[in-house]
């Protein structure tokens, strides 16, 4: 297992169409998180997966969002009519069950440039 | 709500020890953890606190005090490769919240 892949790397769209990323978790890593970083601030938690249940996601993400995990294996990440202000990095990251030394393993990430 | 201070920005030099802060005030805390990033990269892992103390890792040693929820990171012999951001998270149950990062430059 090479870690955490994410495709596109990158994605230039313009404003008001609808763009999907996709990440492919370390394979025996049941939980998978979705970030978004802009430039000088760190990761902002997006939405939490365990297996293929959706537990929870960020009061700070607007409805266009959603994300799916359908086997609990990759996960997809649709952003609908987009705005200049998605333009971000979107991280993926995977990290083992439990509450102990379960770091998260993150992605390469997904840099969405809205025209 | 969560919240993680750190200082924006550092400068130090090559060969020196330089220590980067973290202030926390998190609903819950399940561990703390550092991570590196350079710029236009993933961040990766460095290292994790859960108990009080020291945890040292080669040149990278990370310090925790729970009741003061305050930790540093310490990055003994400083190379050029060590700028790059460095991002404090904690762990609240399932999810991790990361400060806005510091950004350290190392100058020869």
């Known amino acids: 297992d090479t870690g955490v892949s994410q495709d596109p790397r990158h994605k230039i769209t313009k404003r008001g169409q609808n763009v999907t990323f996709r990440c492919d978790p370390i394979?025996?890593?049941?939980?998978l998180y979705w970030y978004r970083q802009t430039l000088g601030q760190g990761p902002e938690f997006l939405t939490y997966?365990?297996?293929?249940?959706?537990?929870?996601k960020s009061r700070l993400l607007s409805d266009r969002f959603s994300a799916e995990r359908p086997k609990g294996s990759f996960s997809t990440l649709e952003i609908q009519r987009t705005e200049q202000g998605d333009s971000a990095m979107y991280l993926c990251?995977?990290?083992?069950?439990?509450?102990?030394?379960?770091?998260?393993?993150f992605g390469q990430g997904t840099r969405l440039t809205v025209v | 709500g969560q919240n993680i201070d750190q200082p924006t920005e550092m400068t130090a030099t090559e060969g020196a020890i330089v220590q980067i802060n973290c202030t926390y005030q998190?609903?819950?805390?399940?561990?703390l953890f550092w991570y590196q990033q350079h710029a236009g990269e993933a961040p990766t892992f460095l290292s994790y606190?859960?108990?009080?103390g020291l945890e040292e890792k080669g040149r990278f040693s990370s310090f925790l005090s729970r009741s003061k929820g305050y930790s540093y990171l310490l990055l003994k012999e400083l190379q050029m490769k060590d700028s790059a951001s460095y991002l404090c998270?904690?762990?609240?149950?399932?999810?991790?919240?990361f400060g806005s990062g510091t950004k350290l430059n190392v100058k020869p």
């Open positions: 998270a904690v762990r609240n149950f399932n999810k991790f919240y």
């Open positions: 606190n859960v108990l009080d």
């Open positions: 998190t609903s819950g805390f399940n561990g």
């Open positions: 394979s025996e890593h049941n939980r």
């Open positions: 997966f365990q297996n293929e249940a959706q537990l929870e």
């Open positions: 990251a995977s990290s083992l069950p439990g509450t102990g030394l379960s770091e998260a393993f």
